[in-house]
Nanobody, 129 residues
Framework: QVQLVESGGGLVQAGDSLRLSCAAS????????MGWFRQAPGQEREFLAT????????YYANSVKGRVTIPKDNSKNTVHLEINSLKPDDTAVYYC??????????????????????WGQGTQVTVSS
């Protein structure tokens, strides 16, 4: 059992940077990939980035590559999402999720929301122009 709590969202201006956090409890991140998704009103949940906790391998969505990084703090069981050059279109609820890396048959499973086992409650990010 894993519990995830996102934090760090808020109201920011276009061009600003923001650092979101996802704190995990219940179990170690070992054996999991930690993903970040976002969902705007009326839109599908969109994959942003993921990190394989043990290996540190990272994958990024093409839509945000170059503006997003996903560092981790092993001592705090926390993964972050750093977003640069924020745009109004970045306005959404941002979620972190955990998915087991074992027995995966699809190369891109980490980019699919339905493949993750645990989800946080989300944190709102609003970007004003």
């Amino acid at each position: 059992q894993v519990q995830l709590v996102e934090s760090g969202g808020g109201l920011v201006q276009a061009g600003d940077s923001l650092r979101l956090s996802c704190a995990a409890s219940g179990r170690t991140f070992g054996g999991y990939a930690m993903g970040w998704f976002r969902q705007a009103p009326g839109q599908e949940r969109e994959f942003l980035a993921t990190i394989y906790w043990t290996s540190g391998v990272r994958y990024y969505a093409n839509s945000v590559k170059g503006r997003v990084t996903i560092p981790k703090d092993n001592s705090k069981n926390t993964v972050h999402l750093e977003i640069n050059s924020l745009k109004p279109d970045d306005t959404a609820v941002y979620y972190c999720a955990a998915g087991s890396v074992l027995n995966r048959r699809l190369n891109d499973w980490y980019a699919r929301a339905s493949q993750y086992d645990y989800w946080g409650q989300g944190t709102q990010v609003t970007v004003s122009s």
